[in-house]
């Protein structure tokens, strides 16, 4: 299993993102995908997560409203649109993924557990 972000660069406060992740070595189905956002010396911190079956979505408290996550028609690739960012949601985001998963919040609670991981992509939110 690969996952593959892309999408992050440099955006002033109040401007848009949308990353994306690529996953290779499964099929869209009974998997749950979520974005993770890190910045040096705290924890990874859950923003929004998929089920890529059922297509329900979940989201942290500090981004919803603002963030959406979405897959592809084509069923190949999540995306994290980031609206009205601010410099307090800069960091690297990795994308995850567990299979099999019942609901996007397990993965975003433990996301540890029997999880796949991208390289990050960093995103920069300054003026």
């Known amino acids: 299993v690969q996952l593959v972000e892309s999408g992050g660069g440099l955006v002033q406060p109040g401007g848009s993102l949308r990353l994306s992740c690529a996953p290779s070595g499964f099929t869209f189905g009974d998997v749950a995908m979520a974005w993770f956002r890190q910045v040096p010396g705290k924890e990874r911190e859950g923003a929004a997560g998929?089920?890529?079956?059922?297509?329900?979505?979940r989201y942290a408290d500090p981004v919803k409203g603002r963030f959406t996550i979405s897959q592809g028609n084509s069923k190949t690739t999540v995306y994290l649109q980031m609206n009205s960012l601010t410099p307090e949601d800069a960091g690297v985001y990795y994308c995850?993924?567990?299979?099999?998963?019942?609901?996007?919040?397990?993965?975003?609670?433990?996301?540890?557990?029997?999880?796949?991981w991208g390289q990050g992509t960093q995103v920069t939110v300054s003026s």
């Open positions: 998929i089920h890529t079956g059922t297509t329900v979505a």
């Open positions: 995850a993924a567990r299979l099999p998963c019942l609901d996007a919040k397990e993965l975003l609670s433990a996301p540890e557990v029997n999880s796949y």
